[in-house]
């Protein structure tokens, strides 16, 4: 349960600091509204997940048998988070570019997060098999990982809320950036790991 705990922990925080388009609303809302405008969109991936999650797992259970299919999932995952991790490590900071709109922060953060592509990519190459794999083991270990998932991920983008509304130049501060390439280091070492279920899958180790 630990191991899940802490996966979650790391996954959660990575995406709920790294640049996307939903941290760039969170962002936005905040500077063009006020803090509750960017926790609300902060709170969508609660709101629009479920079904992906849901989606996912029937696709994975009906693959359980299918070891070379779920190996090169597994190593598209690999590669899904080795590439999270590189960007990362790389970031200079961002520069938000705020105009005027209307405050439906929450509709708003709902509606982008359920565009983009990195919920769906990121539940079928990562969160799913981590899920599958853990609900084998017991019932608290994918509960654990979904939990700490969630509130590093929504809890990271409250925080840069929080940190926005009261310094617009966080986002290009040292600890930002250092904490970013922190994460994008675990990132790596963890898209190891993926590497090696996956070619233990496909029984090429």
């Known amino acids: 349960m630990l191991q899940y705990l802490t996966i979650g922990t790391v996954l959660g925080l990575s995406a709920g600091f790294a640049p996307g388009p939903l ?4 962002i936005s809302e905040t500077l063009q509204h006020d803090i509750q405008s960017g926790i609300k969109v902060a709170l969508a991936p609660i709101i629009t997940d479920l079904p ?3 989606f996912t797992l029937f696709v994975l259970s009906k693959l359980s048998n299918f070891h070379n299919i779920l190996g090169v999932i597994s190593l598209m995952g690999g590669f899904f988070i080795l590439f999270m991790g590189y960007e990362s490590i790389r970031t200079e900071g961002i520069d ?4 005027e709109s209307e ?3 929450l509709i708003k953060g709902a509606l982008t997060n359920a565009l983009s592509p ?3 990519l990121f539940w079928f190459s990562v969160g799913a098999p981590i899920m599958t794999k853990a609900m084998s083991l017991s019932v ?4 654990a990982f979904l939990i700490s998932f969630y509130s590093f991920l ?3 983008k409250i925080v840069l809320a929080l940190f926005i ?3 617009k130049s966080f986002l290009r501060g040292r600890v930002y950036i250092n904490t970013l390439r922190f994460l994008g280091l675990v990132l790596c070492f963890l898209a190891l790991v993926l590497f090696h279920d996956g070619l233990k899958l496909l029984q090429i180790l």
């Open 118 to 120: 990195h919920p769906y």
């Open 52 to 54: 992906i999650i849901i």
């Open 165 to 167: 509304g009261k310094s």
């Open 103 to 105: 405050p439906k922060s």
């Open 154 to 156: 929504v809890g990271a």
């Open 23 to 26: 941290l760039a609303l969170v």
């Open 96 to 99: 938000i570019k705020v105009g």
């Open 140 to 143: 608290s270990a994918p509960l």
